[in-house]
């Protein structure tokens, strides 16, 4: 799949919810309907991969663990 596709699907999503925010798994309600593809899921070694950021506490933790990558 490229990337152009996913930019597409992204613009599909609403905020429609009472949160009023976007969902990323969302993408998966454009692709999926009638389309014949497949969802297959995907193991990450290091779960700080895929940390969601919904406070600022969550923010500043998510950028620590990105200064520490950076400065090695």
Do not use: W
């Amino acid at each position: 799949m490229t990337s152009s596709k996913v930019f597409a699907a992204l613009k599909k999503v609403d905020s429609d919810n009472v949160q009023n925010e976007y969902y990323l798994p969302d993408v998966l309600k454009v692709f999926l309907p009638d389309s014949g593809r497949t969802v297959r899921s995907l193991v990450c070694e290091d779960e700080k991969e895929v940390l969601g950021v919904n406070t600022v506490e969550q923010l500043a933790h998510v950028e620590q663990i990105m200064k520490e990558r950076r400065n090695g």
